[in-house]
């Protein structure tokens, strides 16, 4: 109990069935509380694999399958919806522990907040994008649908427009 309060990252412990027994503050914080269930009741955690796309089932989760098959996983990145609604994006790793008869006799659950980092990586990403498409244009009449296409997915807004300065009573709209 004193290790998982003093972890600086969410911490949860369950028991040999795979229940959720114990969590500590970092992990109320992260999922915007807390559901103390088994893995017949995972599904009250809402997660997807971060590089699919694809919905994680109760039996997807770490915690499960460190129960059921005594499986170690480390920093999977998975996209959550926490109990309070926000979208967020963890490191899962579990790890199954065992008797000295190497029975399975529980897990111990780690999720560190990546999110913010996520967003970095993205903005980084397309940034990145936007100077290889702009070294490829030849004149600034190119560049400007270029900045506006990589302006929108970068602050993920549904369209832009560039406005060019009036000139003989004449309004030109890109």
């Known amino acids: 109990r004193q290790m998982l309060a003093l972890l600086p ?3 949860w412990a369950a028991d040999a069935q795979g229940k959720i027994q114990l969590g500590n503050a970092a992990g109320q914080q992260i999922w915007g509380g807390a559901r103390y269930v088994g ?5 009250q955690y809402q997660g997807w694999w ?3 796309g694809e919905r994680l089932a109760a039996g997807d989760w770490g915690v499960t399958r ?3 098959a005594g499986e170690t996983s480390i920093n999977e990145v998975i996209d959550i919806e926490t109990f309070d609604g926000l979208r967020k994006t963890i490191l899962n790793s579990v790890v199954p ?17 990546i999110t ?3 967003q970095r990586e993205r903005e980084l990403e397309a940034l990145a994008n936007l100077s290889a498409a702009l070294r490829k244009a030849a004149t600034r009449a190119e560049m400007l649908p270029i900045i506006l296409t990589h302006f929108v997915e ?3 807004a549904e369209g832009a427009a560039l406005i060019r300065p ?4 004449e309004v030109n709209v890109m």
């Open 50 to 52: 971060s590089d699919t």
């Open 154 to 156: 970068l602050v993920h």
């Open 9 to 11: 990252v969410c911490g």
């Open 166 to 169: 009036v000139l003989d009573n």
């Open 66 to 68: 460190a129960i059921v």
């Open 39 to 43: 893995p017949d009741e995972m599904d």
């Open 97 to 113: 522990l065992r008797d000295s008869d190497q029975a399975i006799t529980g897990a111990i659950v780690l999720n560190e907040d």
């Open 116 to 118: 913010d980092r996520r």
